[in-house]
């Protein structure tokens, strides 16, 4: 019996030794890895969310450049479509000048097109392409771009075919100027010698007078020069039977010159606007090119509030100045 409870007791020490064994070589070491996991898995965590909460302020931050810069890039459109719809009214504004007057030089003058420029040769436009495909369903811009493109360079265009009709112009006027200033000497200088020269010099000089009393404007003195002194001197000599005598020979040539020189201004006048029509036929396509996909950009940025109106509407409208309102929070960005 002793011999059992003994050995009952060993027993049962036996088993204790073997829970504390296990404790020692295994549990322990298992914390000593544990514990470390654990606080790198908890460390990382927050570092996860640290990383997705810079993640969302970035995307938030390049979301906001982003809208700022379909922001700017709406401002210059507002200013591009202005100055399309001047440049159209330019465009009419000569052709209606010009064929009332073919000496006009009124309403020729194309200012502005500054915001057209910075779109057309100074806009990044591979990260505006991007903003706008990332935010706007519409998929229409690269027709913007070709509107611009092509009203860009009519622009220079008209600048062009208008500089080299008005130096030829101005050089025809000059040789009118020169030519009729001394008619009236030129009538006093021939020698009279018979009844017929005689009237024929009481004419011209009644012609001369007539045509000094005239009221005109400046706008319409080489208009004069050729309706009321040019033409009646060449209808009445050629009326005269000694026109084609040494007499007047001198006077008649210089006088159907300067209608020669009106012809060609005739001639350049009708070139130069057959130019603008066709210039002002791709510029009314491209204007309404740009009306057409101009508005899901400002519907975007009106959903966005940047915007507080819609602007379109008002455009065409030369007194449209002010419309732009953009809210407090939408300073222009230089992103672009």
Same mark, same amino acid.
């Given at each position: 019996?002793?011999?059992?409870?003994?050995?009952?007791?060993?027993?049962?020490?036996?088993?204790?030794?073997?829970?504390?064994?296990?404790?020692?070589?295994?549990?322990?070491?298992? !914390?000593?890895?544990? %514990?470390?996991? #654990?606080?790198?898995?908890? *460390?990382?965590?927050? @570092? +996860?969310?640290?990383?997705?909460?810079?993640?969302?302020?970035?995307?938030?931050?390049?979301?906001?450049?982003?809208?700022?810069?379909?922001?700017?890039?709406?401002?210059?459109?507002?200013?591009?479509?202005?100055?399309?719809?001047h440049f159209q009214d330019v465009?009419?504004?000569?052709?209606?000048?010009?064929?009332?007057?073919?000496?006009?030089?009124?309403?020729?003058?194309?200012?502005?097109?500054?915001?057209?420029?910075?779109?057309?040769?100074?806009?990044?436009?591979?990260?505006?392409?991007?903003?706008?495909?990332?935010?706007?369903?519409?998929?229409?811009?690269?027709?913007?771009?070709? !509107?611009?493109?092509? %009203?860009?360079? #009519?622009?220079?265009?008209? *600048?062009?075919?208008? @500089? +080299?009709?008005?130096?030829?112009?101005?050089?025809?006027?000059?040789?009118?100027?020169?030519?009729?200033?001394?008619?009236?000497?030129?009538?006093?200088?021939?020698?009279?010698?018979?009844?017929?020269?005689?009237?024929?010099?009481?004419?011209?000089?009644?012609?001369?007078?007539?045509?000094?009393?005239?009221?005109?404007?400046?706008?319409?003195?080489?208009?004069?020069?050729?309706?009321?002194l040019a033409t009646p001197f060449?209808?009445?000599?050629?009326?005269?039977?000694?026109?084609?005598?040494?007499?007047?020979?001198?006077?008649?040539?210089?006088?159907?010159?300067?209608?020669?020189?009106?012809?060609?201004?005739?001639?350049?006048?009708?070139?130069?606007?057959?130019?603008?029509?066709?210039?002002?036929?791709?510029?009314?396509r491209a204007v309404s090119d740009?009306?057409?996909?101009?508005?899901?950009?400002?519907?975007?940025?009106?959903?966005?509030?940047?915007?507080?109106?819609?602007?379109?509407?008002?455009?065409?409208?030369?007194?449209?100045?002010?419309?732009?309102?953009?809210?407090?929070?939408?300073?222009?960005?230089?992103?672009?």
């Amino acid at each position: 019996m002793l011999r059992f409870y003994f050995q009952s007791g060993e027993f049962h020490s036996d088993q204790g030794n073997f829970w504390i064994g296990v404790f020692k070589d295994f549990l322990i070491p298992l !914390a000593g890895v544990g %514990v470390p996991l #654990l606080l790198f898995y908890l *460390g990382l965590r927050q @570092e +996860r969310r640290r990383a997705d909460k810079q993640r969302n302020e970035d995307n938030e931050k390049l979301d906001r450049a982003e809208n700022l810069r379909l922001l700017y890039f709406h401002s210059l459109l507002v200013e591009a479509l202005k100055f399309c719809c001047h440049f159209q009214d330019v465009l009419d504004s000569v052709g209606k000048s010009l064929n009332e007057n073919k000496y006009s030089s009124n309403n020729l003058a194309l200012d502005g097109g500054t915001d057209l420029k910075r779109i057309v040769v100074d806009l990044d436009r591979e990260r505006l392409f991007y903003a706008y495909r990332m935010r706007i369903e519409d998929q229409s811009l690269n027709v913007t771009f070709k !509107a611009l493109d092509a %009203v860009y360079g #009519l622009r220079g265009t008209f *600048g062009e075919v208008w @500089e +080299r009709s008005s130096r030829e112009i101005t050089s025809r006027k000059n040789g009118i100027r020169s030519s009729t200033s001394d008619f009236g000497l030129r009538v006093l200088e021939v020698n009279v010698d018979n009844p017929d020269d005689s009237n024929l010099r009481d004419q011209l000089m009644q012609i001369l007078i007539g045509h000094g009393q005239k009221e005109y404007s400046e706008e319409r003195q080489y208009q004069e020069l050729i309706e009321s002194l040019a033409t009646p001197f060449a209808t009445t000599i050629e009326g005269h039977q000694k026109s084609r005598d040494s007499n007047w020979s001198s006077l008649y040539n210089k006088v159907l010159s300067v209608q020669i020189l009106d012809k060609q201004v005739e001639s350049i006048v009708s070139q130069y606007l057959h130019n603008v029509e066709e210039i002002s036929l791709t510029v009314e396509r491209a204007v309404s090119d740009l009306f057409k996909h101009y508005l899901p950009l400002e519907d975007y940025l009106i959903e966005q509030k940047l915007l507080t109106k819609r602007l379109a509407d008002g455009l065409a409208d030369p007194n449209g100045e002010g419309s732009y309102q953009a809210t407090d929070d939408t300073e222009q960005s230089s992103l672009v």
